[in-house]
Structure formats: C-alpha cells, structure tokens
C-alpha cells in the first residue's frame, strides 16, 4: 500500500512538470533549476515558490533604476549611492495581498553579500505577517573587503600585514555621504514611491557582517527612517567610548560618547548557541577584539553593557535591549524566523 501511495505521487508530480510550462521555481542551484511547470503553486523538490519564467532575468540583463516590484520574489538594479558605477541589487519579496499600510523590513545579508538567500529566509514570515521584504546585495566586485561592507565603507586607503589578519594603517572618510549607511532611507523610499505605501518608516535586520553595519548605523548615522533596527550575532563591535581607537572604539571617528543617540530602536538580537562552541562563520581575531569576549555571544552583551554604562554616566535615554534567541547558533535561517516573530508577532 505504502509503495503504491509513493508510487501515485511521483506520478502527479511528473504530471505537473514538464519541459515547457510558464512556471519556474526561483534559482536554487538544484536540479529542479531545469524543469517548468504548467501551473503555479510550490515547487515539490525545492519547496520555492513558482514563478512565471518571463520573470526571471538574468543580472547582466537588469536595467540600472528600472523598478518593478511585482507579487513574490524578485530583483531590481539601482544606484549606487553617490551614482560611482556601483550598483546595488535589491531582492525583494512583496506577498500578494500587501496593503499600503504593510510594514517593511530590510534585510542585510553577511559576509557573503547573498541578499537573495537571506530574501528566502524572510519569505516565511513575509506570507505570515503581511511584510514587504528588501535585501540589497552589496557585491564585492563594487564593494571589495569588509572595511566596504562591514564597516560600511568609512574607511579608505587600508594596510595589511603580510598575513592580512589585521589593519596596518587605514584614513577615515570624511565624507559620510560615501557611507552605505545613507542607502537604507533611499531604497526605502523608491518601495514606497513605487507600491504607494502608507508607512513612514521601516525596520532593519542584519546578521553577522549585516549585523555589524547596524550597530553601527545607530552609533553614526541615527537620523533615518529606520524604526526598530535588530543587529544580530556580529563578529564584533565598535564600542561608543571616547578612549578606543577607531574601529573597535570612537577615537579618531569624529563621533564622540556624548553624541550618540542611544535613545534609537536597536535591539542586540543574539544567538544562545552563538558561542565558544560555534564553528560557523570566521571570527575575527585580535588583542583589540578579544577585549570584547571570545565568542560572538559574549562580544554582542559586553556590547550591550559597556554602551548602557556609558549611557549612564552621561545621563542619556537609553533604549538599546538585548534579546538572546534560546538553542540557535550563527544561522541566519533561524535568526531571521525569530525576528519576524519579534517584530510582527503578538507580544505576550
């Protein structure tokens, strides 16, 4: 019984598939790239939504500033933010019913710059909560080694030693504009223009590299459109104190304890299981460093403790949380699915 029951679903999964149906599964790297389908619905290898196969483009086939956000996932090609030939991917994912007053959220991949993965991780929650997600894809051909991306691009002209485990010599931008930071309000705003949105505001989550650009957007660039912003599992930190060198610290960065603005939504979003005993993901390594913990877990709430003293001693708001995530480690996957729940669930 068991095998004939088998036997009748691979049949009508056959019978849905074929070589030129006008549906698609999104590209997974997975055989199941090559089949078509002649319905919509769900992909029965991969589990991805099917798409038309005219909606997927090539990148190389993207049109700079050419925006269409249509229902589902998919990408669009922009600026730059100073218009210098570095382009910024947008994957997106716009459930069906989105409604004007939907909220948003902006998702910043790691290291790995793969903004549609980190776009997939989302769509769960984008079906469940009614949320329009955006996941620029910084890549490294525009924006080479993580003083670019991690470090959102405040620092130029970087020295390695011969090993190019640390920064021998760096200059601090003083031109913020360059700053990736001021991407996030922009990209915001073209959504919103495009799909006539209600909202005036949006959230931001990182993980990992992402989760460091966010940290540190609160500390330099407070003034956005960004509500809660959840930075989570970061290799490490720049501290908001005066007496720490540039970037571990605020000496030498033209922004000074007093004046950051600790009254901000950001949530230090970590793992439990993000630990001593984590082997994914590299970890940066340093004396500097080191001084903030050995693993990731304890360099995110020496984070969260030295910046709510600091807050203290100068007698300003302070409404930076911490939130441990129970039994996850350094997985973006798992991090994601509980941010949706964070943000957009019911709280208990």
Not at 48 to 57: N, Q, Y
Not at 307 to 336: C, Q
Request: include cysteine; charged fraction near 30%.
């Amino acid at each position: 019984m068991k095998s004939k029951f088998l036997f009748i679903l691979i049949l009508l999964t056959l019978s849905c598939q074929n070589k030129t149906g006008e549906y698609v599964c999104k590209p997974c790297d997975l055989p199941c790239d090559a089949l078509t389908f002649n319905d919509s619905g769900i992909c029965p290898h991969c589990k991805m939504d099917l798409i038309k196969k005219s909606d997927v483009i090539p990148e190389k086939e993207l049109i700079v500033n050419d925006i269409k956000i249509q229902d589902e996932s998919g990408k669009f090609l922009i600026d730059g933010g100073l218009q210098d030939k570095k382009p910024i991917i947008i994957h997106y994912y716009k459930p069906r019913h989105l409604k004007p007053e939907s909220p948003v959220v902006m998702v910043l991949p790691g290291a790995g710059r793969n903004g549609d993965a980190y776009r997939d991780a989302w769509i769960e929650n984008a079906k469940k909560y009614n949320v329009l997600v955006l996941s620029p894809e910084y890549s490294e051909n525009y924006y080479p080694e993580f003083w670019s991306y991690n470090l959102a691009g405040m620092i130029t002209d970087v020295e390695l030693n011969d090993e190019r485990t640390a920064m021998t010599g760096f200059k601090i931008s003083k031109n913020s504009n360059e700053w990736i930071y001021n991407d996030f309000d922009r990209i915001f705003n073209l959504a919103k223009e495009k799909l006539n949105l209600k909202t005036d505001t949006y959230d931001l989550f990182g993980h990992s590299a992402g989760g460091q650009i966010l940290h540190r957007l609160a500390i330099f660039k407070s003034d956005t459109k960004a509500n809660r912003i959840l930075s989570s599992n970061s290799g490490w930190y720049t501290v908001p104190i005066d007496s720490v060198d540039f970037p571990t610290g605020l000496k030498g960065s033209y922004m000074s304890e007093k004046e950051i603005d600790f009254s901000k939504n950001l949530v230090l979003f970590l793992g439990e299981k993000d630990d001593a005993n984590e082997t994914r993901g590299d970890l940066r390594r340093s004396p500097e460093v080191d001084k903030q913990g050995l693993h990731r877990l304890d360099r995110g709430t020496y984070f969260y403790n030295e910046s709510k003293k600091i807050a203290s001693e100068l007698n300003l708001e302070f409404n930076w949380t911490i939130e441990i995530i129970p039994n996850v480690g350094h997985d973006y996957r798992e991090m994601s699915k509980a941010a949706g729940d964070y943000l957009y669930g019911v709280k208990k």
